[in-house]
């Protein structure tokens, strides 16, 4: 019904920057909101930052609060998180994820995010 692809990871210095980016496709129209988690080796998966379709509502993990911005382009169907000021901390696989208005929930694949200190 919907899948999501990401791309946008890399290898980057501390204090750089990353955009990563989730197109959506199938029925896109359905979903009711649309975010990112990431999950480093050993550790659980953590909520990183999501947005409300309907609303354009951001909602952000306290551990990158005023560092990433979560956005949406309509016309695209994608879904941007613009990562700056970025710590080894940081390094993680970033996995998108869209819940549909009936709460299924979708996830893409991940990309890779590396920080080096």
């Known amino acids: 019904q919907v899948q999501l692809v990401e791309s946008g990871g890399g290898l980057v210095q501390a204090g750089g920057s990353l955009r990563l980016s989730c197109v959506a496709s199938?029925?896109?129209?359905?979903?009711?909101?649309m975010g990112w988690f990431r999950q480093a080796p050993g550790k659980e998966r953590e909520f990183v930052a999501a947005?409300?379709?309907?609303?354009?509502?951001?909602y952000y993990a306290d551990s990158v609060k005023g560092r990433f911005t979560i956005s949406r382009d309509n016309a695209k169907n994608t879904v941007y998180l613009q990562m700056d000021s970025l710590k080894p901390e940081d390094t993680a696989v970033y996995s998108c994820?869209?819940?549909?208005?009936?709460?299924?929930?979708?996830w893409g694949q991940g990309t890779q995010v590396t920080v080096s200190s």
């Open positions: 994820s869209a819940i549909s208005d009936s709460g299924h929930p979708y």
């Open positions: 199938g029925r896109t129209y359905g979903n009711y909101a």
């Open positions: 947005l409300r379709w309907s609303t354009g509502s951001t």
